[in-house]
């Protein structure tokens, strides 16, 4: 036999199963049959796995309940038990939405006893080496870059992106469709439609980019200016300010919803940096 000779492929007839042989399957585990495992996989206790979902090589997943069409890149990890020292093994789990996109070497734990769980919402992209601990909420469509790690207890709301090297505090609320710059560190609560960047992270103005690119109108993006202008640059404290703000008539939905954010917040806001808000939010 010619040693050099190439290898034909084997006829169609033959092809591998969806489930490669190497990986391995626990017993209560239940798989869509069109769920695609790769070499060498691990397929833990209480898994279940929706539709066209695709798993790579060397992924261990355990006590997940993960939608259909999403993409999990090799050696991921998620549901593995939280890095919490309060954890005494109780039986817990992480949900994750449809299209989700899970890259390699990325961290999902699943929640402990406080609330039970960890929820990862629909076309969220979390990429290499992203982690999420335990009990976080992640809304829909929300990007981890490269490396970002968002401690236990965190929310993340809708449209959100965390740059590269970020980290979010413990119990921190970040609000819908903010922007947070590469190697920011976020100790405080971020409001909706806004962008922080920096240790310790300050916002620096209003997302206007994303608002575009999200299709709001010049008039709503006019009010949400000007209420983040009353809200951060008053002369009146804050409490008096919200207080003001909510009782007048015709506010849009999105410029209540920043108005509650910020009054709601327990842990506190992420405030502007006065020297460049200016520039910043004409920027973005």
């Known amino acids: 036999m010619n040693p050099f000779s190439v290898h034909q492929p084997d006829p169609p007839e033959h092809k591998l ?8 399957i626990h017993p209560t585990a239940v798989l869509d049959v069109s769920v695609e495992v790769g070499p060498y996989s691990v397929i833990g206790e209480d898994v279940h796995i929706r539709a066209q979902t695709k798993i790579g090589s060397h992924c261990v997943i355990e006590f997940a309940e993960i939608g259909g ?25 992480i949900i994750i939405g449809d299209g989700t996109i899970i890259r390699e070497c990325a961290t999902l734990n699943r929640g402990t006893a406080r609330t039970g769980q960890t ?15 335990h009990d976080c909420v992640i809304e829909d469509e929300v990007i981890l870059a490269n490396s970002v790690a968002v401690a236990g207890h965190v929310t993340i709301g809708r449209g959100t992106i965390v740059g590269g090297l970020s980290g979010i505090h413990q119990f921190v609320k970040i609000g819908r469709l903010v922007m947070v710059g590469a190697g920011a560190m976020v100790p405080m609560d ?3 439609f806004c962008v922080v960047w ?10 206007m980019e994303g608002l575009r690119r999200r299709h709001y109108s010049q008039a709503l993006i006019r009010s949400l ?7 951060f640059f008053s002369a009146k404290n804050l409490k008096q300010t919200l207080q003001k703000m909510q009782k007048e008539a015709n506010h849009a939905e999105e ?7 910020v009054q709601n917040s327990t842990r506190g806001i992420c405030r502007p940096r006065q020297k460049v808000e200016t520039s910043a939010s004409q920027t973005w």
């Open 69 to 93: 069409s999403c993409q999990i890149y090799p050696h991921s990890f998620i549901g593995t038990a939280p890095q919490d020292l309060k954890y005494r093994g109780e039986k817990t789990k």
């Open 255 to 261: 410029v209540l919803e920043f108005l509650r954010f």
């Open 17 to 24: 199963e969806r489930i490669h042989p190497t990986a391995i």
């Open 225 to 231: 200016r000007d209420v983040y202008k009353k809200v």
């Open 119 to 133: 929820i990862i919402g629909k076309g969220c992209l979390f990429m290499a080496y992203s982690h999420v601990a």
């Open 190 to 192: 971020v409001p909706p």
């Open 198 to 207: 920096g240790d310790r992270a300050r916002i620096v103005g209003l997302n």
